[in-house]
C-alpha cells in the first residue's frame, strides 16, 4: 500500500510537476481525488440526457408514453 502512496507521488511531479514536499503537505485524500478526477468526455453520461442528445423522446420508451 505504501508503494501505492509512492506512485501517486511520483505522478504527482512527472505528470504536473508537484514536488514531493508540497504532495506531502496536502490533504491525502483530497490530492487522491484531484489525481483521479475525470474529464468530462471519459464521465458516465446521464442516460435521460444522451437520449435527448439522440433525439429520442424519453417520455415515448418503449410505444407507452409515461406522464
Known sequence: MIEDFDYNEQQAFVQMGVLPEDYENQDYFRMTQVLTARSPD?????????????????????????K
Open 42 to 66: 471519459d464521465r458516465p453520461e446521464d442516460p435521460m440526457e444522451m437520449l435527448k442528445r439522440l433525439g429520442i423522446a424519453p417520455t415515448k420508451i418503449g410505444g407507452k408514453e409515461e
